[in-house]
């Protein structure tokens, strides 16, 4: 029996090179209930938390355990402490949160006059952020992957500026590193444009993306004059995720 007042800090194993030092707690019975289970425990709600701690020397850390601090929530974290970069929450319900995986949101607030209406194509800019997890948006209108990985976008635009004029086609396209993909195709926008000349347009897709590619929004219309603006509606986007 060790008293409360004692320390423990033992190292178990030998530093020899090609040997793997191996803790292992075996319950030999092979009877029904016959378990074998390493418990850490802390002294009460006011104490620190139970925590396992897995380090390279000098490199990385990363710990698991339950956060005594924050509602007895159960955490992984990149840091050799809980609630410090935490990566993994789950709560006491069972609900689960990735506070670091790659998400961001911003919307549309500067208007962008007269940027296509001749076939011109245009990127559009969402400079409002709204959150970005990775800190992996530029805050104007591109997503840089921060890993290799599958991920999904979404955005809308309101272009206005439409006229009775026949136009040609209006597209919205989604332009990554590794593919282009066409979110809406208006053959004839002339026919869609309500009373004030807008027409909004919204959509999303999935899309692989590598370590350092990118991904940004253009829109564009085709008559013979440049007159079509993005116009800020408050209704507009630009956001996307890693699913996977």
């Given at each position: 029996?060790?008293?409360?007042n004692?320390?423990?800090?033992?190292?178990?194993?030998?530093t020899?090179?090609?040997?793997?030092n191996?803790?292992?707690i075996?319950n030999p019975s092979?009877?029904?209930?016959s378990s074998a289970?390493?418990?850490?425990t802390v002294?009460?709600?006011?104490?620190?938390?139970?925590?396992l701690?897995?380090?390279?020397n000098g490199v990385?850390?990363?710990?698991?355990?339950?956060?005594?601090?924050?509602?007895d929530n159960f955490k992984?974290s990149?840091?050799?402490?809980?609630?410090t970069s935490?990566?993994?929450?789950m709560t006491t319900s069972?609900?689960r949160?990735?506070?670091?995986?790659?998400?961001?949101?911003?919307?549309h607030?500067?208007?962008?006059?007269?940027?296509?209406g001749?076939v011109t194509a245009?990127?559009?800019?969402?400079?409002?952020?709204?959150f970005d997890q990775?800190s992996?948006?530029?805050?104007?209108?591109?997503?840089?992957?921060?890993i290799?990985g599958?991920y999904?976008?979404?955005a809308g635009?309101?272009?206005?500026?439409?006229?009775?004029t026949?136009?040609?086609?209006t597209?919205?396209?989604?332009f990554?590193?590794?593919?282009v993909?066409?979110?809406?195709?208006?053959?004839?926008?002339?026919?869609?444009?309500?009373?004030s000349?807008?027409?909004?347009?919204?959509?999303?897709?999935?899309?692989?993306?590598?370590?350092g590619d990118?991904?940004?929004m253009q829109?564009?219309?085709?008559?013979?004059?440049?007159?079509i603006?993005f116009?800020?509606?408050?209704?507009?986007?630009f956001?996307?995720?890693?699913?996977c």
């Open positions: 029996m060790v008293s409360a004692n320390a423990i800090n033992n190292s178990i194993g030998a020899i090179s090609g040997v793997t191996t803790l292992t075996t092979n009877t029904s209930s289970r390493k418990t850490i002294g009460g709600s006011s104490s620190g938390d139970p925590s701690n897995f380090n390279i990385t850390d990363f710990t698991l355990g339950i956060d005594n601090s924050d509602s992984i990149d840091s050799s402490s809980l609630g935490d990566s993994f929450v069972g609900i949160n990735l506070p670091l995986q790659p998400a961001f949101l911003a919307s607030s500067v208007q962008q006059t007269n940027v296509t001749n245009a990127s559009v800019n969402y400079t409002n952020v709204i990775s992996s948006y530029d805050g104007l209108n591109l997503y840089t992957a921060p290799t599958n999904f976008f979404s635009v309101t272009m206005g500026g439409f006229t009775s026949a136009w040609s086609n597209s919205f396209i989604l990554t590193s590794n593919r993909i066409r979110l809406i195709l208006l053959q004839s926008p002339g026919k869609c444009f309500n009373a000349g807008r027409v909004g347009l919204a959509s999303g897709a999935f899309t692989d993306m590598d370590l990118t991904v940004y829109g564009f219309a085709g008559t013979s004059t440049k007159t603006s116009v800020v509606t408050g209704l507009d986007y956001g996307g995720a890693l699913i």
